[in-house]
């Protein structure tokens, strides 16, 4: 909805808000790292606004895209929006890793602070397009449109929310070293599907899209699980990071060719 009435510049200024206002939060938590229970609860309340922060920029700027380059290209958007965020993680992981364990952890919280700034700087300088203002349907009625979508996709996004989330304790329980290596090999073959084959989904559809990608995440996810060393576990990260590129994409356009514009 903020998309919808603020527009999607000012959604993505007030998630670099968030996204600033959580790396505030880290910083403290990890100052008070001798009081354990007060910097835990600084670290989740953290986690949490950093999630609302990256919900409102990824949402605002898809839409913003959208509303620069026109519905024609929805696919690109999608896939260009997915790059830099994943392009991120692939840089991040190993970069946070370095200066946790060579400099002052709380560095990282200055870090999300700088970056945010930078990026509500330079999000200012963008021109914003116009609100839409059509036809508006019920929250019900585009729940019920995009649900097998949004399905499909929270489906997809397990094998990523288990890889970003549990592969650093999945390697620590395996005594294997360089955890964030794996993230760093799913990021990258993330970018690189999206950059050789987003243009598949115009030419095959969606949903065929979808279905070859679901088979690669999942067989990258068992390969993962079944790993006996660490490259096979490397492989099992770099198939379910090519297999997830397109899953979001695919799906989306199917999603908001079943909605108006607005």
């Known amino acids: ?62 839409l913003w895209g959208i509303g620069r380059v026109g519905v024609a290209h929805n696919a690109k958007v999608i ?54 203002h059509g036809e508006r349907m019920s929250y019900a009625s585009v729940f019920t449109r995009v649900l097998p979508h949004g399905l499909g996709l929270a489906l997809g996004s397990a094998g990523f929310g288990s890889i970003a989330t549990f592969v650093t304790l999945y390697y620590a329980a395996r005594h294997w070293p360089n955890a964030a290596l794996s993230l760093t090999v799913f990021g990258t073959l993330f970018i690189g599907a999206r950059l050789l084959f987003a243009n598949t989904i115009k030419t095959y559809g969606g949903f065929r899209v979808a ?24 492989v099992g990260a770099a198939l379910t990071g090519f297999g997830f590129a397109l899953i979001f994409p695919a799906l989306g356009v199917e999603a908001v060719a079943l909605v108006p514009p607005a």
């Open 79 to 132: 896939s260009w929006n997915g790059i830099a965020t994943y392009g991120a993680l692939a840089l991040g992981a190993p970069l946070g890793v370095a200066i946790a364990h060579t400099l002052n952890p709380a560095l990282i919280g200055v870090i999300v602070i700088a970056l945010a700034a930078l990026g509500y700087y330079l999000a200012r300088l963008i021109d914003a397009v116009p609100i839409v």
């Open 1 to 62: 909805r903020f998309a919808d009435t603020l527009g999607p510049k000012r959604t993505v200024l007030r998630g670099l808000v968030g996204c600033g206002a959580s790396g505030v939060l880290l910083l403290i938590a990890l100052l008070l790292a001798h009081w354990p229970v007060a910097s835990l609860v600084l670290l989740v309340a953290s986690r949490l606004v950093l999630g609302v922060g990256e919900s409102l920029c990824g949402t605002g700027a898809i």
């Open 211 to 234: 279905i070859v990608s679901f088979a690669f995440e999942c067989s990258g996810l068992v390969l993962l699980w079944l790993a006996p060393v660490p490259h096979v576990a490397l």
